[in-house]
């Protein structure tokens, strides 16, 4: 498994990296070929409290809230002040191989994941192209699908 992860920051606020990960040679994941950005926030806190991360690319994972958080511990109860930003993608990168579907921050995904592989990844493959837009782009997705009438 390799990904590739540029870093571009901090821009209009100091304390907010912007980060942009390639899987390139993924193969054992459906995520493979994805270019998916975060948006990673520091506050004063920071080395003693973890950043805020958050995806901007739109994300099917069982361990990703519809908003872009993660569902990841290091960045909740088992961060440690020596974790840096390589630290906290690695560990992204690793939740993206290998998702916790027993601890879901998106049940649709978990319960995919456990039951229905192959929709799972059919679903996944969907972000990936997604993943190719920019994140204007992604925003205008998120309010369209925020705005449509639930069905039921």
């Known amino acids: ?3 590739n992860a540029v ?3 901090p821009g209009a ?3 907010a990296l912007r980060a942009c990960m390639c899987s390139s040679r993924a193969a054992d994941t459906p995520f493979e070929d994805g270019t998916f950005k975060l ?3 520091f506050d004063e806190s920071y080395p003693n409290k973890p950043p805020t991360v958050k995806f901007l690319s739109r994300m099917f994972h ?3 809230y519809a908003n872009g958080e993660l569902c990841l511990d290091i960045l909740q109860n088992r961060w440690s ?3 840096d930003v390589a630290a906290i993608l690695t ?3 690793s939740l993206l191989h290998d998702p916790n579907p027993n601890s879901p921050a998106n049940a649709e995904a978990a319960q995919l994941y456990r039951e229905n592989m192959k929709e799972y990844v059919r679903r996944v493959r969907a972000t ?5 837009l920019d994140p204007d782009e992604h925003e205008a997705m998120r309010q369209e699908d925020a705005a449509e009438p639930s069905e039921g």
């Open 1 to 3: 498994m390799l990904w």
């Open 7 to 9: 870093i571009f920051g």
């Open 13 to 15: 606020s100091y304390h």
């Open 39 to 41: 948006l990673l926030t």
């Open 62 to 64: 069982p361990n990703v």
């Open 81 to 83: 002040p020596t974790y």
């Open 91 to 93: 560990s992204i990168q």
């Open 128 to 132: 990936v192209e997604d993943s190719w």
